[in-house]
């Protein structure tokens, strides 16, 4: 039976439980390219927890709702994957325990990068609205206008935002 099981797990391509660790996630998404334009979570691992340095985390965490506008201070389980897809991780993510969940103060402001290489990542609707890869709107008010202008002329362009109660995207700023 114990032959079925370790044959089963390698069959299935799992590999030993690496441990526990903890992991803080930033209070919005950034744009990243994966297999193409998307918005990962913000992360810290180990002695960068606590600072200012946070790295992006293409990866999913099996069995945790992100949720922008909070910092999450999570213990997660990590397993190595042997033999992963080309476009996949070597590391699959399990919540353990969500540790904290903390709002941010509304008037927090961040930047997300709205176009980079050639690629935008606020795309308008036929109505103008504008929204962040279809997962956040964004609230661009008076400056809808300089935005388009923006997207259309510049090659790159960031946002300075803030949190809408709506789980919108407030922006503030166009750099």
Known sequence: MLIFLAQTCSIQGLEENTGTEQIRINHYKQSAFGMEPMLVMLVQEGDDIGSGRWENFYDNIAGFDYESGYIYQLKVRKKKVKNPPQDASSVQFTLVKVISKEAVNPNEDFTIKLKWENTNF???????QYSLLSEYDIDCNSLCDALTSALDHNEEVTGT?????????ILKAID
């Open 122 to 128: 606020a795309i308008a609707d036929a109505n103008g």
């Open 161 to 169: 935002f803030i949190h809408g109660q709506d789980g919108s995207l």
